[in-house]
């Protein structure tokens, strides 16, 4: 039988691809981590975790128990929510940037519907400032959303990010040239961060896409008909950041935040915000 204890852990590691970060997460040792990653390939009977000069990543093996863990531990919880009856109960309505749809959250959202199957969870996607309009207004309870770093100290804060020029790797664009720029319909931060900079920098502009969603972006992106402003570590693999190579200004930083209507029950949205928390959710898929 697999250890939840172990499987836990070894869900950390592979999540944060770091034997540190994973001691952080957890409120243990990094040699507490080691020694629970071995203990389950002990178990297992099989090598889970490759480790080299360049870093911690998983075996085939390890993906494979990957999956077996998340459903394992979900398993766990569900059996100990309905024989405990704590299971939280209520409506979770729920808003979220749609280029966070490209990280981890559908995943840590699929779980935490099986985690919780008494909550009826709605899903809003949209961009950061309508979503965070309908909070205000108390058409959503809790909204996951980008500002721009420092902005506010409302929330709760779950990581932040360097906004960069990511384009096609073979694009062109001379410095004396007019940026051909793809963004999404205003409002839009992101939109907003390429003009002003574009224009404190004297550049010239156009646009040559204007898209409601993450997928118009990258999809635009990827014909090579400009460049656009998107979050550094969501980029994806077929593409590239392209500041410096065409010269183009500086960007600022943005939060990714959690903020809750604070009118609404507690109990569906500290779980739901938890489970955010816990799970390293920044990063492109």
């Not at 100990?80 to 959250?105: E, H, N, P, V």
């Not at 995943?107 to 909550?119: A, G, S």
């Not at 550049?203 to 460049?227: E, F, P």
């Not at 570590?233 to 010269?247: E, F, N």
């Amino acid at each position: 039988m697999l250890d939840p204890v172990l499987l836990q852990t070894f869900l950390a590691v592979a999540e944060t691809a770091s034997f540190t970060q994973a001691a952080a997460r957890l409120g243990i040792s990094q040699p507490t981590v080691s020694q629970h990653v071995r203990r389950l390939e002990d178990a297992a009977g099989r090598t889970l975790v490759a480790r080299d000069t360049r870093g911690v990543s998983l075996t085939d093996n390890g993906d494979a128990m990957a999956g077996f863990a998340r459903s394992i531990l979900a398993a766990h919880a569900q059996a100990d929510s309905y024989f405990s009856g704590t299971a939280t109960r209520g409506r979770l309505r729920f808003g979220a940037a749609d280029d966070l749809a490209i990280t981890q959250l559908p995943r840590i959202l699929r779980d935490f519907r099986r985690l919780h199957p008494q909550i009826n969870l709605e899903l809003t996607i949209n961009q950061s400032t309508p979503l965070l309009r309908r909070l205000r207004a108390g058409q959503l309870d809790l909204v996951f959303i980008k500002q721009t770093a420092g902005e506010s100290a409302d929330g709760t804060r779950v990581a932040t990010d360097q906004m960069v020029w990511m384009a096609q790797d073979g694009i062109a664009v001379e410095r004396h040239e007019t940026v051909p720029l793809i963004a999404y319909q205003a409002p839009s931060i992101s939109r907003q961060m390429a003009i002003d900079a574009l224009e404190a920098a004297g550049r010239t502009w156009r646009i040559t896409c204007n898209t409601r969603d993450v997928n118009g972006v990258l999809a635009a992106v990827r014909a090579g008909i400009g460049v656009a402003v998107f979050p550094h570590s969501l980029i994806p693999a077929d593409l590239v950041k392209v500041s410096q190579r065409l010269g183009l200004p500086d960007l600022p930083s943005v939060d990714y935040v959690l903020m809750a209507n604070p009118t609404v029950a507690r109990e569906p949205v500290d779980a739901l915000t938890n489970a955010i928390l816990s799970r390293g959710v920044i990063r492109a898929v």
